[in-house]
């Protein structure tokens, strides 16, 4: 059943109405998760009627409507992708056999640990950005901002109707324990350390949609490979919606890049200071940024070695990225997989079980993948005729996860003491100065079709409708 | 006809400078047609049947992307998969130098090529407007609706919408020209039954023949203007009435058989037919009183004037309208061609005035609308002046600048400002083109 049935107090294409307890103990966490959202979503902007895209079905026909909705009206609910006849696991010591439509007792502990950790990092997010709605660039900008936090919102929904469904009594608890964690509090932070950051700037907002909503792509792709069908296809259908999280990100930095290759050809300078004078960001602190927020982000995958990813993937939880399109044996024991470690002031790369290494393996992929676009970054310097390039630092730059917590290396890859760390430190990591001068940046740009000074306006605009559409009606 | 034959078709192309390689178009695609490397994301043309089944979950609109091809030297994977940027379309003289036949590109255009989707369509229409040299009577032409104009429903059903196509039943069907043409015209009735379509006069909606065309596709929507006011052809009831005019050779006068006309023409009382729409925002009727109408078509085209004037003459009783003037100037090649000939001349001389101007009456000289424009000259230029009085023209293309060229003489001989004209009719939504 593909349809979504609206008639329902919460949409959904799982038959909830013929399960009356899970739809009782759900029907019970909405409110929660309303007064959630009331409290920590979006700052101000609950009558705003905006123009956002719903799902009315998981086929490519009727999941993305358009339309003007108050958010706090958006219809999340719960949607799975189509499920696949006779799927079998395809990876891990249970290779070849059905696929579990319940949870195995045995993996109840992790399978629950994943799905919380999974459905932590959504509120977090929507709460680190609930204030930059005040200082938008533009009403375009502003849309796609409250797109992502509601589609963030429905990531939750995701989550813990895995956790109501298949977790009893436990997985309400930690449904509710969702809700009252908050970003950044101090006794009550969220799990994951970069869900705690502030999200202060639209830079920083584009940079986390780019590198961290990126992480959560790879983390849900190898969930869609799970041997426990209802999460494969609860990953299957946020990533379609998790595409447009890291396109605001590509396209946002890439129009700030733009912005500031044609005043630095307007202005023939590539002197920071009269760029800054000139109101937009300089290509060294987008570089400050990139390397601070790849470096947070690749934090995200774990430790390099670790015996839970052999467990993981051995018992069929968790796939790589692309498991499908890999043609290995798909079980991995006596491989070996290269990893960085720190020794005596050198990188060295050791061997390791393939198994223990797997959070590694998935942090290159997400590394290559990441790569690509801050190449197509480059092809907009490159085509403005100036001889500057973005390049992803080192993979030991600034970690604070893993063998190379313990070391400090240069974003070119050199192993450098504590007292150059603090010298060079301001000229590879934003600085309070930085910091600051982006902040003075954040004005309000609300009219239609007008851009703040520091970004280029889009291509195109949302659903071919014109770049100076009334995205956003303020009421 | 058109893009199957001559081997032009439309290939669906990524745009690789806004793409950002989420892969969801290639998790998308039902049948495999879409494929990437390390750089890009691309459409192997082979394989892609148009199913637009990508479309809507693209993130960015690079997906949205169309070339016209002749399909010998179609881009290949490969060569796609090498680019940074999209390439320019091909001009007329580049389509022509790959062995394209100048008629055969224009026929494709005018068909829309052959892709599964009424928007693509207006693209073409769009492209070919701008292809056009010299006069662009488009710069004329409003892009909104009157002010007074009703609110239109538009895309109730179709490739984005909930439902992707509704089914009518036949409950008319009737010649409008003379017995013993070659051509014929036929008014057909279509029933919604209970559900919802609603429509204003102006409007349009997609038919979509049944079957496959030569490449084992399914047929792509043919738009028709609706001839019915909008409480339907019959008052009170859920149905609309078209005009169609039987196509047995295109716009060079070789034979062509056309897919939707023919299937049209020949339905049966009873039988369903298969509709999408209702489509058009701006080619609506002004509401107010005193607002006077001036409907200028020919042949088919006279669709959406029989739908304005039936809407008037229904609401005349109401007396709203007294001071409202109709004028009717309508083409066609002699009278035996021209649709509803004979109850036309059943309205009332007070309530419209009709200009009929016959282009290939035996012994008579060559009348086209735009000569009748000209003799009624001392009636047009008031109301060009006047800003409640609105402009609609109904037909082929080629009407199309020689009618605004004759609005242009009237309003200079009668010595307003033409440029001061043209800008009313655009900004105040008062001249609406709607050709073909």
């Known amino acids: 059943m593909s349809t979504i049935n609206y008639s329902e107090k919460i949409p959904n294409n799982v038959n909830l109405a013929e399960d009356r307890t899970l739809q009782r103990a759900l029907e019970q966490w909405q409110p929660n998760y309303l007064r959630w959202w009331d409290d920590m979503g979006p700052d101000g902007s609950q009558n705003f009627d905006v123009y956002l895209r719903t799902a009315v079905s998981v086929d490519p026909q009727g999941w993305a409507q358009f339309g003007a909705v108050k958010m706090p009206d958006y219809r999340w609910g719960i949607f799975l992708n189509q499920a696949e006849q006779d799927r079998k696991i395809h990876f891990g010591d249970h290779l070849g056999e059905d696929a579990w439509q319940d949870v195995p007792g045995e993996h109840r502990a992790n399978l629950r640990r994943i799905i919380v950790t999974q459905g932590d990092t959504e509120p977090a997010s929507v709460e680190q950005q609930r204030h930059l709605g005040l200082t938008c660039p533009s009403q375009y900008d502003l849309r796609n901002l409250f797109q992502v936090n509601v589609e963030e919102g429905r990531h939750l929904w995701a989550m813990v109707y895995l956790l109501h469904k298949y977790f009893g009594r436990d997985g309400r608890e930690e449904g509710e324990a969702l809700l009252e964690r908050r970003s950044g509090q101090q006794d009550n932070p969220r799990i994951l350390q970069a869900f705690n950051e502030p999200t202060p700037d639209w830079l920083s907002f584009f940079m986390f949609t780019y590198f961290t909503d990126r992480d959560g792509k790879f983390q849900l792709c190898a969930l869609a490979e799970s041997s426990f069908d209802p999460l494969a296809r609860t990953t299957k259908f946020m990533l379609t919606e998790e595409a447009h999280h890291m396109f605001v990100g590509e396209s946002g930095v890439s129009r700030i890049i733009q912005r500031t290759c044609a005043a630095m050809n307007e202005l023939r300078t590539d002197d920071p200071q009269k760029l800054r004078a000139a109101g937009v960001i300089d290509l060294p602190t987008l570089q400050r940024y990139l390397n601070f927020h790849f470096s947070v982000t690749i934090d995200l995958f774990g430790s390099d070695e670790s015996s839970n990813a052999a467990t993981f993937y051995s018992s069929g939880l968790k796939g790589r990225f692309e498991e499908g399109k890999r043609t290995d044996d798909h079980r991995l024991k006596g491989q070996v997989y290269r990893v960085l470690n720190a020794k005596d002031g050198q990188l060295i790369e050791r061997e390791v079980p393939m198994l223990n290494a797997l959070n590694e393996v998935l942090r290159d992929d997400y590394i290559r993948d990441s790569i690509g676009g801050v190449e197509r970054w480059n092809r907009v310097i490159e085509k403005a005729g100036i001889p500057f390039r973005l390049k992803t630092p080192h993979k030991a730059f600034h970690r604070n996860i893993g063998a190379l917590a313990g070391v400090k290396v240069s974003p070119d890859g050199q192993v450098v003491s504590d007292a150059e760390w603090a010298a060079r430190v301001d000229q590879w990591l934003p600085s309070v100065n930085d910091r600051a001068f982006v902040a003075s940046l954040m004005g309000r740009v609300v009219e239609p079709g007008k851009f703040a000074n520091w970004i280029a306006p889009p291509v195109m605009g949302i659903n071919r409708q014109p770049v100076d559409f009334e995205y956003v009606r303020f009421n | ?436």
């Open chain 2, 1 to 436: 006809m058109g893009a199957s034959d001559n081997g032009l078709i439309r290939q669906h192309l990524i745009d690789p400078e806004i793409c950002i390689r989420c892969n969801t178009c290639e998790a998308t695609c039902p049948i495999g047609a879409i494929t990437h490397d390390s750089r890009n994301y691309v459409v192997n043309a082979d394989i892609c049947n148009h199913c637009m089944a990508c479309v809507p979950p693209c993130p960015t609109g690079s997906i949205d992307n169309w070339r016209n091809m002749p399909r010998s030297i179609a881009y290949s994977v490969d060569s796609q998969l090498t680019w940074d940027s999209l390439p320019a379309e091909l001009s007329t003289q580049e389509l022509e130098a790959a062995g394209v036949a100048s008629n055969d590109l224009a026929s494709a255009q005018a068909a829309g090529a052959d892709v599964a989707h009424a928007r693509l369509i207006a693209d073409t229409l769009a492209t070919q407007q701008s292809e056009q040299p010299g006069f662009d009577a488009s710069a004329v032409a409003a892009m909104m609706p009157p002010w007074s104009a009703a609110h239109p429903y538009t895309n109730l059903y179709g490739p984005r919408a909930p439902e992707t196509s509704i089914k009518a039943t036949v409950v008319g069907n009737a010649r409008v020209t003379a017995v013993g043409r070659d051509y014929d015209t036929h008014h057909i009735v279509l029933d919604f039954g209970g559900m919802p379509f609603p429509v204003l006069e102006g409007q349009s909606i997609g038919i979509v023949p049944p079957g496959v065309d030569a490449l084992g596709r399914a047929h792509h929507p043919r738009q028709y203007s609706i001839a019915s006011p909008r409480n339907g052809e019959r008052p009170g009831y859920n149905n609309l009435s078209l005009t169609v005019k039987r196509v047995l050779e295109d716009h060079q006068g070789r034979p062509v058989r056309g897919v939707a006309s023919n299937y049209l023409c020949d339905l049966q009382l009873g039988d369903t037919v298969e509709v999408i729409g209702p489509f058009g925002a701006s080619f609506l009727m002004p509401n107010h009183p005193k607002s006077h109408v001036v409907m200028i078509c020919t042949g088919t085209g006279s669709a959406p004037m029989r739908a304005m004037t039936e809407w008037r003459r229904r609401l005349r009783r109401s007396g709203k309208f007294e001071s409202g003037k109709l004028m009717l100037f309508f083409g066609a090649r002699t009278q035996e061609d021209l649709p509803y000939f004979g109850p036309l001349q059943s309205l009332p001389r007070d309530f419209i005035d009709i200009n009929l101007a016959f282009s290939r009456t035996p012994t008579q000289p060559r009348q086209y609308v735009q000569d009748l424009m000209r003799a009624r000259a001392a009636d047009l230029a008031p109301l060009l002046a006047d800003r409640n009085a609105y402009f609609y023209v109904c037909g082929l293309k080629a009407m199309e600048e020689g009618v605004v060229l004759a609005l242009q003489d009237i309003a200079r001989e009668a010595g307003l400002d033409w440029s001061e004209v043209a800008n009313s009719l655009r900004r105040d939504a008062r001249l609406h083109l709607e050709t073909y």
